[in-house]
């Protein structure tokens, strides 16, 4: 598609339950990544695929944070043991290569509860 | 340690007049600047970039100036309409250390008032 599509919008979880994010790139796009926005408007990097190869990780708390771009599916982002800490907005961005724009979706706002 | 700032939390202008918008960073890896506009609960929409080797770079109403040397880059909208009231968010690359994540200021809210 034109644009990037996150799925769900809204995702509510209990403290200590896993939450799973989609994200369908731009199609073309080589890239992908994934940025918190914890404070209203702080955005933090955690990861990007090329392909469906992780490129940079080090944004990832690896412990409970994993995440996947396979091919012909949606990327995803799941993280197990949710924390009160991970309530935030997760945007995914994708960009047809290196050097290109990032081009972001309307993010998933996950709650903990 | 914060690499990217913007230090105007908010900016006020009246329609029509410029608005300028101001981003300075810390890291000379830095090679690649963006603008984003972000309304509420909506996702960061690109505007406009620059490469290091350029110092400005224009799109219709919307001019982004660098200056390597002072590390300092700045969005001039003009004219300045309504429509154009939203956060606004400064963020870099370092694309020659193949490094293609994005770095983001803490952005600015442009009010373009009637």
């Known amino acids: 598609g034109e644009e990037v599509a996150q799925t769900p919008k809204h995702l509510v979880r209990g403290e200590g339950q896993k939450a799973k994010l989609y994200c369908a790139p731009i199609?073309?796009?080589?890239?992908v990544f994934w940025y918190q926005q914890v404070l209203k408007n702080e955005f933090k990097f955690l990861i990007s695929f090329q392909n469906e190869n992780v490129f940079d990780e080090t944004g990832m708390p690896k412990e409970r944070f994993s995440a996947k771009c396979l091919p012909n599916s949606p990327c995803s982002l799941e993280i197990q043991a949710t924390k009160l800490e991970d309530s935030a907005v997760y945007f995914c961005a994708s960009s047809r290569d290196r050097g290109q724009p990032q081009h972001f979706g309307d993010g998933t706002r996950l709650s903990i509860l | 340690d914060q690499q990217v700032k913007q230090n105007s939390p908010s900016l006020s202008v009246q329609e029509g007049r410029i608005s300028i918008l101001n981003c300075d960073y810390t890291n000379s890896m830095f090679d690649y600047f963006l603008w984003y506009k972000k309304y509420p609960a909506e996702g960061p929409t690109f505007l406009i970039s620059i490469s290091s080797i350029k110092d400005k770079n224009e799109d219709g109403r919307f001019t982004v100036f660098l200056n390597k040397s002072a590390k300092h880059l700045s969005l001039h909208i003009v004219p300045s309409q309504p429509g154009d009231s939203a956060v606004y968010f400064c963020?870099?690359?370092?694309?020659?250390?193949?490094?293609?994540?994005?770095?983001f200021g803490k952005g600015t809210l442009l009010t373009v008032n009637p």
């Open positions: 963020a870099a690359s370092a694309l020659g250390g193949s490094n293609y994540k994005l770095t």
């Open positions: 199609k073309g796009h080589s890239y």
